[in-house]
């Protein structure tokens, strides 16, 4: 019987269709569960299941979602469940316990707010929230990280229960897809003048509008610029309506309204890219993979990030692009100044990107090693010491 494998996520799970299209040509059945728009799986004959999540502390409203993944994980009736997001991490083993038979994987696709930041609320709620990652950890049958620094710091404070862990950079870039997606979309020129960018240098981003992913930092950065170097135009593309609290305001932008553009998100990302001058990477929390930071790379951009696990992934500071500290904003300006007038030396470190991408960061490259994850799973029962196994297989 083909095995089936449920994958569970929350608003942007959509990004993850290509993987989960990937894994059943790879033989498996496949269904998918999200707190997004159903349609885009639909559209590509994907079972899909949608549930309320919200993505900020709400303990009344994680309930409700956990009796609903309850329910959802008796009624598909997976062989193996994979969650993704950091809240889901934590609800989805939880909710497994109703399915004894059932094989749950964590991915730890960053560790975001919670996990990363040392204000005070966080560290207050991280302490009521580690007996809970324990307690999920103790049903998952595997843990998939995406980069060695979060691998570690779940090892460091215990949050990994008897189940194998494992490090698989990312979802993924589906690189044909991206590319044929890139030459059906508007052109430079068309895109230059629908943004008002005319002749001007380029400057973009692509993140969530919100103070953790370093807006400000970059706003800063921008007025420093401007005064330096006013043909410079930044483009901040992304969701702002979703942040809550975190928010980047109205009030906020206005004050950079003559230099910077923020038209919300958008679908043409490979043409916005394939336009722009310079990939700027500014956040402040702790990153899985970051899909945009792999997308500029293969796109052959010059890239500045931030000193990162997950950006460290991609960038390897003076060889690949250049990384700078968080919260720097005059660090910031300086090195995307220092690249847009050096724009020789910055090809030949964006040249590299590219392979990069290709050799470590495919699709099929990320979906083949998790091919072989799942059917390593499925070859032991549930009691089965999975790290042991792995051990002796060379996948520890």
Not at 76 to 92: C, E, N, P, Y
Not at 202 to 221: E, W
Request: net charge positive.
């Amino acid at each position: 019987m083909t095995a089936h494998l449920l994958f569970i996520g929350g608003e942007d799970h959509n990004l993850r269709i290509p993987f989960i299209k990937a894994v059943r040509d790879n033989g498996f059945r496949v269904s998918a569960a999200g707190s997004c728009d159903p349609w885009p799986f639909e559209s590509e004959r994907i079972e899909y299941r949608r549930f309320d999540l919200k993505r900020f502390i709400n303990p009344a409203s994680d309930w409700r979602t956990l009796q609903s993944l309850r329910r959802l994980l008796i009624e598909t009736r997976a062989d193996i469940a994979q969650s993704f997001d950091t809240k889901l991490g934590v609800l989805v083993p939880l909710a497994a316990r109703v399915n004894k038979s059932l094989r749950v994987i964590r991915t730890i696709n960053g560790r975001g707010w919670l996990y990363s930041s040392n204000s005070l609320a966080p560290l207050v709620l991280r302490g009521l929230y580690l007996p809970l990652q324990r307690a999920a950890a103790a049903s998952a049958t595997a843990t998939v990280f995406q980069n060695q620094s979060d691998q570690a710091y779940f090892k460091r404070r215990r949050l990994l229960g008897r189940g194998e862990d494992i490090l698989i950079p990312g979802s993924g870039v589906d690189i044909a897809r991206f590319q044929a997606s890139g030459a059906r979309c508007a052109s430079r020129r068309q895109l230059r003048e629908e943004l008002g960018l005319g002749d001007k240098e380029v400057v973009i981003t692509i993140t969530r509008m919100t103070r953790q992913k370093g807006i400000p930092t970059l706003l800063s950065a921008a007025a420093l610029v401007h005064k330096a170097r006013p043909s410079v135009r930044f483009l901040i593309v992304g969701p702002r309506d979703s942040e809550g609290p975190f928010a980047i305001t109205d009030a906020e932008l206005s004050k950079h309204a003559g230099y910077v553009i923020a038209p919300g998100p958008r679908a043409d990302v490979p043409a916005l890219l394939a336009m722009a001058d310079l990939f700027v990477f500014p956040s402040e929390y702790a990153e899985g993979v970051p899909r945009a930071l792999m997308e500029a790379a293969l796109c052959g951009l010059p890239i500045i990030a931030t000193d990162l696990p997950g950006c460290r992934e991609v960038i390897r500071d003076g060889w690949n692009g250049h990384i700078v500290g968080t919260r720097r904003p005059r660090d910031l300006a300086e090195k995307i100044v220092h690249v847009l007038q050096n724009r020789d030396a910055a090809a030949l470190l964006a040249a590299r990107g590219p392979g990069i991408i290709r050799q470590y960061f495919s699709l099929d490259e990320i979906v083949e090693r998790h091919c072989r994850l799942y059917e390593r799973l499925l070859s032991f029962d549930r009691g089965t010491d999975c790290t042991a196994a792995a051990a002796g297989m060379g996948y520890s």
